[in-house]
């Protein structure tokens, strides 16, 4: 069985299953933002538990047999115990930005893991092709496609050194003042951007847009999507700053149906992070920049 490469959303606007998907996504903010790890995990148990009376309540069957599947409506259990499985794995690690090779490897063993697990489990375990990565899923670009790049440029150099610099949360990464650590922040800022995309967009909102309106799904994603982003160090007022981007991202998601657009415009904007990084605890050495 084959599904869409993103997934058909649900058709109803106010539905029970919106309550256990927004206790699986609030869970976020109590991993990542307030740091307490026995309410995430309460949240989360909540969550699923009531996924399991909304499956019940509707007929839905947890583990349809192959026949059946082909017609029974996605199980809200099953698509937020994925959502979940994720966020438990990358709550395992502190999310505080570190260079050293060892913080390398973690972040690659519980990023990679919470991406790869659900994956694995509702290709091969549920059966139900519920994640895809549609790279080019909606052919070439178009012009306003490259005028938005173009635009995110734009917009991430005029705003970005204002938030770094005068907030001051650049101080939440690390002095890189050799051209190792420069070379260290670049990959790693750029390989956590194609993750944000990858579990934040083609899990977490794919997942979510099955069993809400796009806009519900969307506003969810978003806030485990913010949630990240904050431990990560975009704190003080970053979130005026993430919010908007998340839900940007999702909506351009389903607009081109292609994951390399969206990553393409989340390195953009990571490569002025990145610059922005460099220029703060280096002055003078990117003068490319008003602040």
Same mark, same amino acid.
Request: glycine share 6%; net charge positive.
């Given at each position: 069985?084959?599904?869409?490469?993103?997934?058909?959303?649900?058709?109803?606007?106010?539905?029970?299953?919106?309550?256990? &998907?927004?206790?699986?996504?609030? &869970?976020?903010?109590? !991993?990542?933002? $307030?740091?307490?790890?026995?309410?995430?995990?309460? $949240?989360?148990?909540?969550?699923?538990?009531?996924?399991?009376?909304?499956?019940?309540?509707?007929?839905?069957?947890?583990?349809?047999?192959?026949?059946? &599947?082909?017609?029974?409506?996605?199980?809200?259990?099953?698509?937020?115990?994925?959502?979940?499985?994720?966020?438990?794995?990358?709550? =395992?690690?502190?999310?505080?930005?570190? $260079?050293?090779?060892?913080?390398?490897?973690?972040?690659?063993?519980?990023?990679?893991?919470?991406?790869?697990?659900?994956?694995?489990?509702?290709?091969?375990?549920?059966?139900?092709?519920?994640?895809?990565?549609?790279?080019? +899923?909606?052919?070439?670009?178009?012009?306003?496609?490259?005028?938005?790049?173009?635009?995110? $440029?734009?917009?991430?150099?005029?705003?970005?050194?204002?938030? !770094?610099?005068?907030?001051?949360?650049?101080?939440?990464?690390?002095?890189?003042?050799?051209?190792?650590?420069?070379?260290?922040?670049?990959?790693?800022? +750029?390989?956590?951007?194609?993750?944000?995309?990858? !579990?934040?967009?083609?899990?977490?909102?794919?997942?979510?847009?099955?069993?809400?309106?796009?806009?519900? &799904?969307?506003?969810?994603?978003?806030?485990?999507?913010? =949630?990240?982003?904050?431990?990560?160090?975009?704190?003080?007022?970053?979130?005026?700053?993430?919010?908007?981007?998340?839900?940007?991202?999702?909506?351009?998601?389903?607009?081109?149906?292609?994951?390399?657009?969206?990553?393409?415009?989340?390195?953009?904007?990571?490569?002025?992070?990145?610059?922005?990084?460099?220029?703060?605890?280096?002055?003078?050495?990117?003068?490319?920049?008003?602040?």
């Amino acid at each position: 069985m084959k599904s869409p490469a993103v997934a058909t959303p649900a058709t109803a606007t106010w539905t029970w299953s919106l309550a256990p &998907a927004l206790l699986v996504c609030l &869970a976020a903010p109590a !991993f990542f933002v $307030l740091q307490i790890a026995w309410l995430g995990w309460m $949240l989360l148990t909540a969550a699923l538990i009531g996924a399991w009376l909304v499956d019940r309540h509707h007929g839905v069957a947890i583990r349809p047999s192959r026949r059946a &599947a082909e017609n029974s409506p996605p199980s809200l259990l099953r698509d937020l115990s994925l959502i979940a499985i994720g966020q438990l794995i990358v709550s =395992a690690i502190p999310l505080h930005a570190e $260079l050293d090779n060892l913080a390398f490897l973690r972040f690659t063993l519980a990023l990679g893991g919470a991406v790869l697990v659900p994956y694995v489990i509702s290709r091969f375990v549920y059966g139900d092709y519920a994640i895809r990565f549609p790279w080019r +899923g909606g052919g070439r670009w178009s012009r306003v496609q490259w005028i938005w790049l173009v635009g995110v $440029l734009a917009l991430g150099w005029l705003i970005l050194p204002f938030y !770094f610099i005068t907030s001051g949360v650049y101080q939440n990464w690390p002095v890189v003042n050799t051209p190792d650590l420069i070379a260290r922040l670049f990959v790693g800022v +750029g390989a956590v951007g194609i993750w944000d995309e990858l !579990f934040f967009i083609c899990t977490v909102f794919v997942l979510l847009r099955r069993h809400a309106v796009t806009w519900q &799904a969307n506003v969810l994603q978003t806030i485990v999507f913010v =949630a990240f982003l904050w431990e990560l160090g975009y704190q003080a007022w970053g979130p005026a700053l993430t919010i908007p981007f998340a839900l940007i991202q999702g909506v351009v998601f389903l607009r081109t149906r292609s994951l390399a657009y969206v990553v393409t415009v989340h390195l953009l904007f990571d490569a002025v992070v990145f610059s922005v990084l460099v220029h703060a605890h280096n002055p003078g050495a990117l003068p490319i920049f008003l602040v």
